[in-house]
């Protein structure tokens, strides 16, 4: 009765409703100030010309910032670094990752060791990572050095432009692997040994288990870990920008859609053209995502 009689009571829920929203308003306001409000005035930015010297000035120009996508040819070649990087990076490192999980948690000796080992590049500095990479790969550095040692021929890895993109690409997958290593080595903790063994009493070898047992029990798994790396790749900015000293060189190789919005922004002044840039980004990573998630059949299968 003391339940009906609070249905019927419209005070009594109004109340509850105000509590409610009194306890998420801190939450809406950084939503609203951090998140909705830079979407809004992006927006604002994207279908404005910005005039930012001799005082802050909007002229409105339409999809003209849009436009200005299609006809620039450096936003061409940063889309298809872009693409190239994420297409190597993301299976890659994903691969790596569940190969050094699946090796860990068969009872190699010494794997806490191995760890810790393997997850230190994940927790250094990206930008002390780089540059320990440049000093491999400059023309006097360990790379050149081992090759003349051993008698081959040496190369200008940073300066050679079909190269210099791969360069950024070996280093991040060494370093990102180890952390989605471990989120892959938890998920198979939480596999019952009971599958394997009933498994292995049916005939199955290491092989068949891992096919037909880890790999479909991983796929929500292989799902996050596979999209968090898509939209991490799509962002690359910090290394391209040490490797290039902020050119994206040599011959636009490095350049990435990341480093083009940073250049648009804070080299060229152009608010409006960088805004237009980063919703294009921003599309592409939603799309890409939505048909991951289509291939993948979701998180929940």
């Not at 692997?177 to 989120?183: D, E, G, N, T």
Request: charged residues 10%; glycine residues 8%; hydrophobic residues 55%.
């Amino acid at each position: 009765m003391e339940i009906y009689r609070r249905r019927i009571n419209p005070r009594w829920n109004i109340s509850e409703t105000l509590t409610g929203y009194i306890f998420i308003l801190p939450m809406i306001l950084v939503l609203g100030c951090f998140v909705i409000l830079p979407i809004v005035y992006a927006v604002f930015l994207s279908l404005h010309k910005v005039q930012l010297l001799g005082g802050i000035e909007y002229d409105f120009i339409g999809l003209g910032n849009f436009t200005r996508l299609v006809e620039d040819e450096r936003v061409g070649i940063a889309l298809r670094n872009t693409a190239e990087y994420v297409a190597v990076v993301v299976p890659s490192q994903t691969i790596l990752a569940l190969l050094l999980a699946v090796t860990l948690n068969s009872g190699v000796r010494g794997k806490n060791s191995w760890r810790i080992l393997f997850f230190l590049p994940t927790v250094t500095s990206s930008a002390v990572l780089t540059l320990i990479f440049m000093w491999i790969y400059n023309t006097d550095g360990l790379l050149n050095n081992l090759l003349a040692f051993v008698g081959l021929p040496t190369h200008n890895w940073l300066g050679d432009p079909s190269v210099a993109l791969k360069g950024i690409m070996l280093m991040n997958i060494w370093s990102t692997a180890p952390f989605y290593m471990v989120i892959y080595l938890a998920a198979l903790q939480d596999i019952p040994q009971k599958l394997y063994e009933a498994a292995a009493l049916d005939g199955a070898n290491w092989w068949q288990q891992f096919i037909h047992i880890t790999i479909p029990i991983l796929k929500p798994v292989t799902f996050f870990v596979v999209a968090i790396g898509i939209i991490g790749t799509f962002q690359l900015f910090d290394q391209s920008y040490i490797f290039s000293a902020g050119t994206g060189g040599p011959n636009n190789a490095t350049l990435t859609v990341v480093l083009l919005i940073y250049q648009a922004v804070f080299r060229n002044l152009q608010m409006g053209y960088a805004a237009a840039i980063a919703f294009l980004l921003a599309a592409i990573i939603i799309s890409v995502t939505v048909i991951q998630q289509r291939i993948f059949g979701g998180e929940g299968n």
